[in-house]
């Protein structure tokens, strides 16, 4: 009976590192913001296809993550793959973890053409 006890089970990523630094943080469906995390939760969001950047405060084996004074990149209308250069304060906001798609640490980060579109010629 001991051996088949439940162990507890690690998470592969290992967040902690990233407490209280920026990150980046890409959703389900391309949208992307920038939020730094907190471990009191005010406000509840779910950022549905969208990219965002900001401090990390929280996060759970589920990969929920708490973000704090969260930026959300906006998505071009007619091209729905390219960021413009408007943003949107969201704050406080509890991202779920099914829809966060990568993370990464906002230092450091460059971003690089795609090698796998085909550049048209103009």
Do not use: H, W
Not at 41 to 51: F, H, P, T, V
């Amino acid at each position: 009976m001991a051996d088949k006890e439940k162990k507890k089970k690690e998470s592969i990523l290992d967040l902690s590192k990233y407490i209280d630094k920026t990150i980046r943080v890409k959703f389900q469906g391309g949208r992307e913001g920038e939020a730094a995390a907190v471990s009191t939760l005010s406000k509840q969001c779910q950022i549905i296809s969208s990219e965002g950047t900001g401090i990390l405060k929280g996060f759970d084996p589920l990969l929920n993550l708490v973000l704090d004074g969260t930026i959300e990149y906006m998505r071009d209308p007619d091209d729905q793959y390219k960021l413009t250069e408007d943003t949107r304060q969201l704050g406080l906001v509890v991202c779920r973890g099914t829809s966060v798609v990568l993370i990464c640490p906002q230092d450091g980060m460059e971003a690089i053409p795609n090698p796998f579109i085909q550049q048209q010629d103009a």
